[in-house]
């Protein structure tokens, strides 16, 4: 198994033209998908569990491979379909400096917490090209009904105050990439 993604600037890959100003998009996903939805968004909580992160996760963070880190899987939602697959991995730090406010997610949009925190910076986007065996891709497509060949992912650090945290967004198979 390839556990490895291969993240990369958007700027060094060929994006497929439906995804690309999803893939590239500084804004809250969050909200752009509900301005999109033609039914309700909604976010199922898969996921939220303490673990050791991917290597390249802890890289990026700047985190020993060996430290916990409390991690939230969920599937961004329009009507029952999913859209996203969102994976975050917050430092020790970064949680306990926060801890209330993520515990009482649940059902709710990260990005609605983030995007209303007046000192939120947001680092670099980077993009992958998902292919079965590489443990996102696992991640991202254990739940749907088939596998997909390939999914696309985007990548970025967000800053609160000095404290950070890596969100991991996974675009599945669906008709509104071909919308956009």
């Known amino acids: 198994m390839n556990h490895w993604t291969r993240w990369q600037t958007p700027l060094l890959l060929s994006l497929p033209t439906a995804l690309s100003g999803w893939l590239t998009d500084t804004g809250s996903l969050t909200r752009r998908l509900q301005q999109s939805c033609q039914h309700s968004f909604s976010v199922a909580l ?13 890289i990026l963070l700047r985190q020993p491979l060996t430290q916990l880190m409390f991690q939230r899987e969920v599937h961004l939602l329009d009507g029952q379909q999913p859209q996203i697959y969102a994976r975050t991995v917050v430092p020790r730090n970064t949680y306990l400096a926060k801890s209330q406010r993520f515990d009482a997610l649940g059902n709710q949009s990260l990005g609605e917490m983030l995007f209303n925190e007046p000192s939120l910076k947001r680092g670099p986007l980077q993009v992958a090209y998902l292919q079965p065996g590489q443990f996102l891709y696992e991640m991202a497509s254990k739940r749907l009904p088939s596998r997909p060949q390939y999914l696309w992912a985007r990548r970025s650090c967000f800053y609160v105050g000095n404290k950070n945290m890596l969100v991991n967004e996974v675009f599945l198979p669906s008709d509104k990439w071909s919308d956009s």
Do not use: Y
């Not at 303490?50 to 290597?55: E, N, V, Y």
């Open 46 to 58: 898969l996921e939220s569990h303490w673990d050791r992160p991917l290597a390249d996760e802890a």
